[in-house]
């Protein structure tokens, strides 16, 4: 009986001795499947982030052509439908133009400007070129005068020439400016025997508009016969002027002794006096620039009251001045600035604007804070900004 119970312990022993074996082992192999689990788990997030990455990038990539494509596809229709559109609209230009009532082919004419393709522009330029010459509405015929110089188009000169002649007055003034948009130097003989003609004894637009275009366009010939109307008393004041300034615009320094005696003339009037000071800039008389100082400083030494009524004209001589590059000019500008006139200021204001001396920055910038003119102010603060000084625009 011991015998057996000794076997059957033994016997116990030796099982258990298997199931801690076997138990060891599994967990060792539970230890190392675990091992390797957590190794792949270590691995595998990183080869997964790099995918997804990638596919987010490929996915972006795909969005941005696709928008692109999109957008361009907006754009072609819109320019599409911008073309179709403007197709339209010179179609109804040209048509209303043609049999419109008189205030609608006004504005179908001005709406020439607001066209963008220039095959379309000059479509409707051709049809004005053989319209206006029978046009007999005169407003009609004004505005295609101004539209097709402001376009530039000189294929419509000869019928633009040709309305110098026309009944209205509006009509011929607009055609004479037009000339000198378009620079139309042929036809200065026609403007010159129409100017020879005309009542300086009368002021008139249309005589002004000749004189000033015949200036720009550098009529010399014309020099000795402006001369003449201003030495005659009855030729108007409005017009004396402006055959002045047209001898200035000439820019021929032959006409300086003249200009000279007349800005000397204490006879003459102030304005015809300052008047012949700017058109002696204009010529590049430098040298009576030491004259035009001798007549601020005697201006300077009248009493106050007198003084007064030549504020004008030294102002008038100091710009004078400031065109001829005087450095005297800037002084006396500086003290104009200090006068009790605002249209003195703002004058001296607008010249130092065009001389951009750094000099005057300082009390620029006073002017622009200080001055009692808002006008002043506005101005000084303009002319800092275009001579590269950084201002304040909230004020």
Same mark, same amino acid.
């Given at each position: 009986?011991?015998?057996?119970?000794?076997?059957?312990?033994?016997?116990?022993?030796? /099982?258990?001795?298997?199931?801690?074996?076997?138990?060891?082992?599994?967990?060792?192999?539970?230890?190392?499947?675990?091992?390797?689990?957590?190794?792949?788990?270590?691995?595998?997030?990183?080869?997964?982030?790099? +995918?997804?990455?990638?596919?987010?990038?490929?996915?972006?990539?795909?969005?941005?052509?696709?928008?692109?494509?999109?957008?361009?596809?907006?754009?072609?229709?819109?320019?599409?439908?911008?073309?179709?559109?403007?197709?339209?609209?010179?179609?109804?230009?040209?048509?209303?133009?043609?049999?419109?009532?008189?205030?609608?082919?006004?504005?179908?004419?001005?709406?020439?400007?607001?066209?963008?393709?220039?095959?379309?522009?000059?479509?409707? *330029?051709? &049809?004005?070129?053989? &319209?206006?010459?029978?046009?007999?509405?005169?407003?009609?015929?004004?505005?295609?005068?101004?539209?097709?110089?402001? &376009?530039?188009?000189?294929?419509?000169?000869?019928?633009?020439?040709?309305?110098?002649?026309?009944?209205?007055?509006?009509?011929?003034?607009?055609?004479?400016?037009?000339?000198?948009?378009?620079?139309?130097?042929?036809?200065?003989?026609? &403007?010159?025997?129409?100017?020879?003609?005309?009542?300086?004894?009368?002021?008139?637009?249309?005589?002004?508009?000749?004189?000033?275009?015949?200036?720009?366009?550098?009529?010399?010939?014309?020099?000795?016969?402006?001369?003449?109307?201003?030495?005659?008393?009855?030729?108007?004041?409005?017009?004396?002027?402006?055959?002045?300034?047209? /001898?200035?615009?000439?820019?021929?320094?032959?006409?300086?002794?003249?200009?000279?005696?007349?800005?000397?003339?204490?006879?003459?009037?102030?304005?015809?006096?300052?008047?012949?000071?700017?058109?002696?800039?204009? *010529?590049?008389?430098?040298?009576?620039?030491?004259?035009?100082?001798?007549?601020?400083?005697?201006?300077?030494?009248?009493?106050?009251?007198?003084?007064?009524?030549?504020?004008?004209?030294?102002?008038?001589?100091?710009?004078?001045?400031?065109?001829?590059?005087?450095?005297?000019?800037?002084?006396?500008?500086?003290?104009?600035?200090? +006068?009790?006139?605002?249209?003195?200021?703002?004058?001296?204001?607008?010249?130092?604007?065009?001389?951009?001396?750094?000099?005057?920055?300082?009390?620029?910038?006073?002017?622009?804070?200080?001055?009692?003119?808002?006008?002043?102010?506005?101005?000084?603060?303009?002319?800092?900004?275009?001579?590269?000084?950084?201002?304040?625009?909230?004020?």
């Amino acid at each position: 009986m011991k015998k057996i119970f000794f076997v059957f312990i033994i016997l116990l022993a030796s /099982l258990s001795l298997i199931h801690a074996q076997e138990l060891e082992k599994k967990n060792m192999n539970v230890a190392v499947d675990s091992s390797q689990k957590k190794s792949t788990e270590k691995n595998t997030p990183s080869t997964t982030a790099e +995918s997804a990455k990638d596919e987010k990038k490929d996915t972006g990539k795909k969005l941005q052509e696709q928008k692109k494509i999109a957008d361009e596809k907006k754009k072609d229709i819109s320019q599409d439908k911008h073309i179709e559109a403007e197709k339209k609209k010179t179609e109804w230009i040209k048509k209303t133009i043609q049999y419109g009532i008189q205030d609608d082919r006004i504005d179908a004419i001005k709406s020439i400007l607001t066209l963008k393709d220039p095959s379309h522009k000059s479509e409707i *330029i051709k &049809l004005l070129d053989e &319209l206006m010459p029978q046009e007999t509405n005169p407003e009609v015929k004004r505005t295609a005068i101004t539209i097709v110089s402001e &376009l530039k188009s000189s294929t419509s000169l000869p019928w633009i020439i040709a309305s110098l002649n026309d009944s209205s007055e509006e009509v011929k003034i607009a055609a004479v400016y037009a000339i000198d948009t378009l620079k139309a130097t042929d036809a200065i003989p026609q &403007l010159e025997s129409i100017l020879k003609v005309q009542k300086f004894t009368e002021n008139s637009n249309f005589t002004e508009a000749l004189i000033r275009t015949l200036g720009k366009l550098k009529a010399t010939q014309l020099k000795d016969f402006a001369i003449e109307r201003i030495k005659d008393t009855k030729t108007t004041d409005n017009l004396r002027q402006l055959c002045i300034l047209f /001898l200035g615009d000439l820019e021929d320094i032959s006409s300086k002794d003249f200009l000279l005696g007349i800005v000397k003339d204490k006879e003459e009037d102030t304005i015809i006096r300052s008047y012949a000071a700017v058109a002696l800039a204009k *010529i590049g008389a430098k040298d009576t620039a030491g004259d035009l100082l001798e007549i601020i400083k005697e201006i300077d030494s009248y009493p106050v009251n007198k003084r007064k009524d030549y504020y004008s004209f030294s102002m008038y001589c100091t710009a004078a001045l400031v065109k001829m590059g005087d450095s005297n000019a800037i002084p006396r500008l500086m003290e104009a600035l200090r +006068s009790n006139n605002p249209v003195v200021r703002l004058r001296a204001v607008e010249l130092m604007k065009d001389v951009k001396d750094k000099r005057t920055i300082d009390i620029l910038k006073y002017k622009m804070q200080y001055d009692p003119s808002p006008k002043v102010q506005k101005a000084a603060k303009e002319a800092l900004k275009e001579m590269g000084e950084s201002v304040d625009e909230s004020k």
